[in-house]
């Protein structure tokens, strides 16, 4: 089993392991957790299998940087969080989370997100962004309740897609 990057009051996060791959393909499989990412939702696991290489490698993007499988205390995987520098924003990191289904309203992911925060904090990262569809109700709290300030919609971060709702935080 891998590493673990924080732990949180009821959560573990670590790096994805192929171990993961049957329970992203499940979380990811779902219409409604894809509702808002822009993303289609995968048609085979093997998608998933050769998407978790590459979600590994985002720890070799920086410090506090890492692309992580949420799980429950006891190992059971319900999410994913993580930190990684943005594409043509100089200094600027994003941080986004997804949940299953199953565990939406439980306080996971304001839980989650506060400590990958803070992991991204103690290692150096100044500035962390949350890019949110506009209509995502559930993610905007989120991003409000770990003390992200709404600076407006922005197609900046990518001119070809519709504006996302951006929410920003600064290092302490």
């Known amino acids: 089993m891998?590493?673990?990057v924080l732990r949180t009051e009821r959560l573990l996060v670590r790096p994805f392991d192929?171990?993961?791959?049957?329970d992203a393909f499940a979380m990811w499989s779902?219409?409604?957790?894809?509702?808002?990412?822009?993303?289609?939702?995968?048609?085979?696991?093997?998608?998933?299998?050769?998407?978790?290489?590459?979600w590994q490698a985002v720890a070799d993007?920086?410090?506090?940087?890492?692309?992580?499988?949420?799980?429950t205390h006891d190992g059971v995987f319900v999410g994913d969080v993580y930190v990684r520098p943005?594409?043509?924003?100089a200094g600027e990191h994003e941080i986004g989370w997804h949940f299953a289904r199953?565990?939406?309203?439980?306080?996971?992911?304001?839980?989650?997100?506060?400590?990958?925060?803070?992991?991204?904090?103690?290692?150096?990262v100044?500035?962390?962004?949350?890019?949110?569809?506009?209509?995502?109700?559930?993610?905007?709290?989120v991003a409000e309740k770990i003390g992200m300030t709404f600076e407006g919609l922005s197609d900046r971060y990518d001119?070809?897609?519709?504006?996302?709702?951006?929410?920003?935080a600064e290092r302490p």
Do not use: K, Q
């Not at 943005?86 to 924003?89: C, E, I, R, V, Y």
């Not at 100044?126 to 109700?137: E, K, S, T, W």
């Open 159 to 168: 001119a070809d897609e519709p504006p996302v709702a951006v929410f920003a």
């Open 18 to 22: 192929p171990v993961d791959a049957a």
């Open 30 to 54: 779902d219409p409604e957790v894809c509702r808002f990412t822009g993303d289609e939702p995968p048609t085979d696991i093997a998608i998933i299998v050769g998407d978790i290489p590459r």
């Open 61 to 71: 993007r920086g410090p506090g940087c890492g692309f992580w499988a949420v799980t």
């Open 102 to 124: 199953p565990y939406w309203g439980r306080g996971y992911a304001g839980e989650v997100a506060l400590g990958a925060m803070d992991h991204a904090w103690r290692n150096g």
């Open 2 to 4: 891998s590493t673990t």
């Open 126 to 141: 100044h500035r962390l962004v949350a890019l949110v569809h506009p209509d995502h109700v559930a993610s905007r709290r």
């Open 86 to 89: 943005l594409n043509g924003a």
